[in-house]
């Protein structure tokens, strides 16, 4: 077997999570699986190591990111506490009502306002001419090719490429029969 050399060398170290020592020791990946594997009584003790840890050695935003981690892991570990006993238990609580919690979240909340205003202006402009240049479309090639071009306007308001509804449009008033404004978007 390929893995064999490994397992049976000095490249690969078995290690089991009860025999981690404490939350103190290892590293903060280690010992943050570790977690799972604590008794209720030593939980919320060790999570509270666990988040100090997380805020002396991880970098911002990992750091928070890690510290939500546990506190969903701790919040699995005792389904019958509420989020804020859960919080409150592991110190959390007085950090959120930090000024500088306060003004992160804030702060994110506004980032997110801000991207999704401008993704929602940008996908209603981006709507309305895909809706202007069907529109333009199924008028032309309604009179210049009749019910023959009607019939494919079922296919070409499925695209939702304006550059290729533009090309469409540009060749509809060219085109001579349906099957050359057909090739257009089908190339």
Known sequence: MAYRD?????????LYLDELRSAREGSLGLRLI?????????AAESARILIERARAEAEEPTG????DLIEQMVIYMFPRKSREEV?????????KQTRVYQEAKEEGLMEGLKEGFARGTQE?????????????IAEIVDLKFGLEGTRLL?????IQDVG????????????????ELRSVYRE
Do not use: C, D, W, Y
């Not at 919080?87 to 950090?95: D, N, P, S, T, V």
């Open 6 to 14: 490994l397992i049976e060398g000095k490249h690969i170290r078995q």
């Open 34 to 42: 570790g977690l799972v594997t604590e008794s209720e009584e030593t």
């Open 64 to 67: 928070q990111a890690l510290i």
């Open 87 to 95: 919080a409150k238990m592991l110190g959390l609580a007085e950090l």
């Open 124 to 136: 209603g402009f981006q709507g309305g001419q895909l809706s202007a240049l069907l529109e333009g």
């Open 154 to 158: 079922p296919e070409i308001n499925k």
């Open 164 to 179: 290729t509804l533009r090309a469409i449009l540009r060749a509809a008033g060219s085109a001579r029969t349906v099957e």
